[in-house]
């Protein structure tokens, strides 16, 4: 089992960065292909970012690809988003999700064993 905790989310303006870190303890955490959800009010829970559990494969939603990276420190236990060029449509609730079951992270979140408690990234105009 892991357990997972998001930080880094706040209020930036368009354009602006951020970036979010999600901190693993439990054991294991190589064992876990990770990703990055969002969601905003409204709207169901969707994918934006994966990494493999070596890190030596990442996957990243078209409407990021330009702007997120997403990058895991093995040693660390921690998994990060870097955000660029934000805009006001990025403004979600951020979850940081573990996969147990899968070498290269899915899409869908039915896919995660465990999910963080999420951290909101709000992008004014």
């Known amino acids: 089992q892991v357990q997972l905790v998001e930080s880094g989310g706040g209020l930036v303006q368009a354009g602006g960065s951020l970036r979010l870190s999600c901190a693993a303890s439990?054991?294991?955490?190589?064992?876990?292909?990770m990703a990055w959800f969002r969601q905003a009010p409204g709207k169901e829970r969707e994918f934006v970012a994966g990494i493999r559990k070596d890190g030596g494969y990442t996957k990243l939603a078209d409407s990021v690809k330009d702007r997120f990276t997403i990058t895991r420190d093995n040693a660390k236990c921690t998994v990060d988003l870097q955000m660029y060029n934000l805009k006001p449509e990025d403004t979600a609730v951020y979850y940081c999700?573990?996969?147990?079951?899968?070498?290269?992270?899915?899409?869908?979140?039915?896919?995660?064993?465990?999910w963080g408690q999420g951290t909101q990234v709000t992008v004014s105009s």
């Open positions: 999700a573990a996969d147990g079951g899968r070498w290269i992270p899915g899409t869908s979140a039915d896919l995660y064993d465990y």
């Open positions: 439990g054991r294991g955490f190589t064992n876990y292909a």
